[in-house]
């Protein structure tokens, strides 16, 4: 009895990387609001590293001690989420979670990331057929996590025809036990964004937190 407690969002934020200051404008203004709705995880990058660190991280960034927080395998990625703390600070917004990884834990990173979020989204601002790594982190979302639950924003400078043509390819040969198998047709959800305005970070937030809301596809 009595009412059941809300919840925070888990967001899992993908990006392609080296956008500069392009990046760090938007995150912040993202940031801002979504960690009244709920956390951010994310694979960290070098770009962002001022913007989303947590204290701890900050401290050893600049003592030059950062290797120390950097996923090691899969059981120390386990314990990095068993100790997660996703309680709310004290001004009421959730943690930005970064992720640090080498080249040989961030494909798994992402995997255990992907199923435990209850939302994706991918910035695919400056992308092209050149992202390898985005290539591979669409293949993750196609074949492990609902695409109603993942936003792709994406703007004037997205190579819209290769990643649609992408997409399609990857949802003619899901895997079978793809939350996407049985959706016909498989619809990505676009969200076309030049300017990271108050107004279209709300919207895109909420396209991220309702997955009944239509989008460009």
Request: overall charge positive; proline content about 3%; aromatic content about 10%.
């Amino acid at each position: 009895s009595g009412s059941q407690k809300c919840l925070p969002a888990r967001l899992l934020l993908l990006r392609v990387f080296a956008l500069g200051r392009k990046s760090n404008l938007w995150f912040y203004r993202f940031s801002k609001l979504w960690r009244h709705a709920g956390s951010v995880n994310m694979i960290a990058g070098p770009d962002l590293v001022t913007l989303s660190v947590e204290p701890h991280e900050f401290l050893s960034y600049l003592s030059g001690n950062l290797s120390r927080e950097f996923v090691k395998g899969e059981q120390d990625l386990h314990a990095r989420l068993v100790r997660l703390d996703e309680a709310a600070d004290f001004d009421w917004r959730y943690r930005v979670n970064e992720f640090f990884c080498h080249d040989n834990t961030w494909r798994m990173t992402l995997q255990r990331l992907a199923r435990e979020s209850e939302s994706v989204l991918m910035d695919l601002r400056s992308f092209s057929k050149n992202n390898q790594g985005c290539l591979y982190e669409l293949q993750v979302l196609v074949n492990s996590v609902d695409l109603r639950q993942v936003v792709f924003l994406v703007d004037d400078t997205t190579n819209l025809i290769f990643l649609e043509q992408h997409l399609k390819s990857l949802c003619q040969t899901v895997a079978p036990d793809s939350p996407n198998v049985r959706q016909e047709p498989v619809c990505a959800r676009l969200f076309h964004s030049n300017n990271p305005t108050r107004q279209s970070i709300r919207k895109l937030m909420l396209c991220l937190l309702k997955s009944d809301v239509e989008t460009r596809v």
